[in-house]
């Protein structure tokens, strides 16, 4: 069994150094040593299959960024995963262009989740 959780350790490390080197962030550590739960990267807190979605389908940090603080400002309002907040914002700049208001975005969202 120990052999299966290095392996895994070392999946989980490996994902976070081409994320942050990839993006040139700074990885602080697993929160409470719990390698693929929560990590610290610069001064953001990712969980591991945040990261690893954003590696594997090579999600902007530009995005990531944007979806991370829109869950911090709206997090009792709306909730929504970085797979799904990255597929309606490539669905928005795909019908409104690469120039099209972020704020307006995601205003939009909370808009959708209120009305339902």
Same mark, same amino acid.
């Given at each position: 069994?120990?052999?299966?959780?290095?392996?895994?350790?070392?999946?989980?490390?490996?994902?976070?150094?081409?994320?942050?080197?990839?993006?040139?962030?700074?990885?602080?550590?697993?929160?409470?040593?719990?390698?693929?739960?929560?990590?610290?990267?610069?001064?953001?807190?990712?969980?591991? *299959?945040?990261?690893?979605?954003?590696? &594997?389908? /090579?999600? #902007? $940090?530009?995005?990531?960024? !944007?979806?991370?603080? @829109? %869950?911090?400002?709206?997090?009792?309002?709306?909730?929504?995963?970085?797979? *799904?907040?990255?597929?309606?914002?490539? &669905?928005? /700049?795909? #019908? $409104?262009?690469?120039?099209? !208001?972020?704020?307006? @975005? %995601?205003?939009?969202?909370?808009?959708?989740?209120?009305?339902?």
């Amino acid at each position: 069994m120990s052999k299966l959780k290095n392996k895994y350790n070392k999946i989980c490390n490996k994902y976070v150094e081409i994320f942050c080197k990839k993006n040139k962030l700074y990885f602080k550590g697993w929160i409470g040593d719990n390698i693929g739960g929560v990590s610290g990267i610069n001064d953001y807190f990712f969980d591991f *299959d945040d990261i690893k979605y954003a590696v &594997d389908n /090579e999600i #902007k $940090f530009s995005w990531v960024s !944007d979806w991370y603080y @829109f %869950e911090m400002d709206f997090h009792k309002t709306a909730h929504y995963n970085i797979d *799904d907040y990255c597929i309606l914002r490539r &669905d928005a /700049e795909y #019908k $409104f262009g690469f120039g099209f !208001d972020n704020h307006k @975005f %995601e205003k939009e969202l909370l808009n959708k989740l209120i009305s339902k």
